[in-house]
């Protein structure tokens, strides 16, 4: 499995998967053998795909400030007071460090989601989104 990390300053939780002979990034499900058992995400920003490493930083700069909305349901969940995840975060993320081993699966199952059904909600949130899918 290919992790997708989101640039926002917070933390990083999305995955996608590919297998050989795939059509594409799947947005859920895995991929088994050499049958594609995911739904392609349509990649709708191929310049910045094709950057590898800049990726994020392309999706930033053609869907500028949209991140926004994301970032804000991020870090008050993850680091804000009375966040569900802000115990678990505290001595690591929450302290500029690399999400530690309880931080990260809070995250990830906690504020991911919300996050994700607030950006969903807002346009230029979602074409963001969308667009660092593919990214390394």
């Known amino acids: 499995m290919r992790f997708v990390c989101l640039a926002f300053a917070f933390v990083s939780c999305a995955c996608g998967t590919t297998s050989p002979g ?5 947005a859920s499900g895995s991929d088994v053998g050499s049958s594609d058992a995911g739904t392609d995400v349509i990649i709708t920003d191929k310049e910045c795909a094709q950057t ?4 994020q930083s392309c999706c930033s700069t053609i869907h500028p400030d949209a991140s926004t909305i994301f970032d804000l349901s991020m870090g008050s969940c993850s680091c804000g007071d009375a966040g569900a995840c802000e115990t678990a975060c505290a001595a ?5 460090q690399t999400a530690s081993a309880t931080c990260d699966p809070c995250v990830s199952k906690k504020c991911y989601p919300n996050a994700k059904t607030s950006c969903d909600a807002d346009p230029g949130c979602k074409a963001w989104l969308a667009c660092l899918v593919p990214c390394p």
């Open 92 to 96: 690591s993320l929450c302290a500029g």
């Open 52 to 55: 590898g490493a800049a990726c």
């Open 22 to 26: 795939d059509a594409g990034v799947d």
